[in-house]
């Protein structure tokens, strides 16, 4: 059984840092793209950042870039997602995704999920 189970999230002052953790079990984890997502209330489910195990590509969103990392430990089977200088803007439930052999960018930037983790509140506050 695929399971991705998240951590991290909570309340943070603006200009403050976050880190998110995504433990994933249940499938083979060098053969999949690692992601996080996001939505705020009102707003469509947009990639933030991706990793892909396959082939080594990351993706970051254009709002997130400088600003957060997408580190992965694969003896731990957990990618984790850095955000630093948080933004009240940045306020939203962070998902964690997998998506078997695809690229960072197909992950992200084309939506292409097979499995999601239960998701994570961050909010920052002005």
């Known amino acids: 059984e695929v399971q991705l189970v998240e951590s991290g999230g909570g309340w943070v002052q603006a200009g403050g840092s976050l880190r998110l953790s995504c433990a994933a079990s249940?499938?083979?984890?060098?053969?999949?793209?690692i992601g996080w997502f996001r939505q705020a209330p009102g707003k469509e489910r947009e990639g933030v950042s991706c990793?892909?195990?396959?082939?080594?590509?990351?993706y970051y969103a254009d709002s997130v870039k400088g600003r957060f990392t997408i580190p992965s430990d694969n003896a731990k089977n957990t990618v984790y997602l850095q955000m630093n200088s948080l933004k009240p803007e940045d306020t939203a439930v962070y998902y964690c995704?997998?998506?078997?052999?695809?690229?960072?960018?197909?992950?992200?930037?084309?939506?292409?999920?097979?499995?999601w983790g239960q998701g994570n509140q961050v909010t920052v506050s002005s």
């Open positions: 990793i892909s195990n396959s082939d080594g590509s990351t």
């Open positions: 249940g499938f083979t984890f060098d053969d999949y793209a």
């Open positions: 995704a997998a998506t078997w052999d695809t690229t960072a960018q197909g992950m992200g930037l084309m939506g292409q999920v097979d499995h």
